[in-house]
């Protein structure tokens, strides 16, 4: 199975000080930064777009944006987000009509290429031809674009469905997760997670990511051991 990764998502973190915060959170051990992209049409809140991702690029030229394009038509934006640095564009399944020609096009301008499917949209619209080709895929666990959510657990086996069809990609988590809900995440096959308040909130940034990231490697080490002794193979309703 593919490595733990913790993208703490910086839209938790104190927008007036964007770098430092990017940078508080490498040093405490985070190797992808998740960035909401917001355009106020695809979701109803807006965010941040390319120029503020460009002034983060500059400020901290090590960092790996993982950018979440909550957005209407995001073929218009690739070419955008690859000037800015973006190191991964993930489109949301929902918002377009031509996943495997954006995964295209997303691979020609040297990005990663995820997709992600919001609560309501079942794991079947990710076809095999689909995750083949996308190096990442996303399970949203609450509704993209609204804050104050809490977790929706009924999104978790949607996570274990695609774990069990694509067992080398990555698959990530995003909305309400934290060190209580990471359990039931990583046990079901998420190894990218994606946490908010949870880290930037934290006394201890570093102790919370240092926990995320141990709780996936827990659940990898269980997931392996059950799948040696022939018992991975159990039906998801």
Known sequence: MPRAIIAPSVLASDFGQLTAECQRMIKNGAEWLHMDVMDGHFV?????????????????????????????????????????????????????????????TIHQRGMRAGIAISPDTPSTAITDEIGNAADMLLVMTVYPGLGGQKFLDRCVPKVAQLRARFPDKDIEVDGGVGPKTIGVCAEAGSNVIVAGTAIFGADNPEQVISTLKSAVNTAQAKLTASGANGTSGKSID
């Open 44 to 104: 109803p809140n807006i965010t941040m777009g390319a120029p503020i991702l460009t002034c983060v690029h500059k400020g901290v030229p090590e960092i790996f944006m993982d950018c979440h394009m909550m957005v209407s038509e995001p073929e218009k934006w690739v070419d955008d987000i690859a000037n800015a640095g973006g190191a991964l564009y993930c489109f949301h399944y929902e918002a377009t009509s031509d996943p495997i020609s954006l995964i295209h």
